[in-house]
């Protein structure tokens, strides 16, 4: 059997690069200048040959199993450009990256699609937005980091990843950062880092291995979902401090895999310990490799995913799933 043919837009790079361990086939619509999602396979990420550009205007030619959304101008104006009345009626899912913005748990999502399917990254997400008609169900995020990279944690500073801080501001805790900095020793890396004092931006093939060498990763972020670069850090051993705000308090546990508070002087008195005692970092970097390794797998993330492009089409399965009992696939319920 063919694999599954699924038309998506480039929206988040390493979210695409971790989806398309799946045993399917994604297309990626480009058009010149790739704003927008139109960049297609792009030079930063090692994509399998299963992921392929199309060009935008060639889409309506093309046979597809399924289209997945992952924005809003993907749902409200992209599938009106480019897809065929036909396409517009494939099977179809909605993947929201984010939590609510309007307001945290009275945002109605604008899918709104009772012959859709909405997933959402995190049960912090699928909780606090109103979901409508839609049904839908959670897949957590599954990473893999390159071979060999492991925590060591030299550099007697912490490490804050997050891309464009100043301009998006107390939503991803750039008055946080600004006030741990003035105690604790903080690289900030990420797109424009400049702007705010920090290091720039660092190529997402080569994060793991950069940050590595820190003694522990600091998420100043109030209000998003799941980072993928808290758990990258996770999976290669750095202990993480952060707000205990969205799904990362379920994630980390204090003592265990690194400290996670709402009051930002207690976190900083963390980060200090962390700072001077280099095997009690150690300790929690393997705590939180545990948490990663059990949590956030590679091998159930692409199983997952392969098993809502398999409900939604009503194709079977890849074969590594068909034969795994109905309860390991519970959680990846549809509600």
Known sequence: MKPLRVLTWHVHGNYLLYLSRADVEFYLPVRPGGRDGYGGRGPTFPFPDRVRDVPAEAVRELEFDCVLYQSR??????????LSDRQMRLPRIYLEHDPPRAHPTDTRHWSDDPNGLLVHVTPFNDLMWDDGRTPSRVIEHGVFVPDGVRYTGEIDRGIVVVNHLLRRGRLLGADVFS???????????????????????VRPPDLAAFEARYRFFFNPIRWTSLGLAIIEAMMIGLPIVGLATTELASVVENGVSGHVDTDLDRLIVQMRRLLDDPDEARRLGEGARRTARERFGIDRFARDWERAFADVTGRPASGRDRHRPASALASGGVR
């Open 73 to 82: 101008r993907n749902f409200e104006v992209d599938r009106h450009e480019i």
């Open 179 to 201: 006030r741990a900095r003035a105690h604790i020793p903080l690289d900030l890396v990420g797109m424009d880092a400049e702007s705010l004092g920090g290091l720039g931006e």
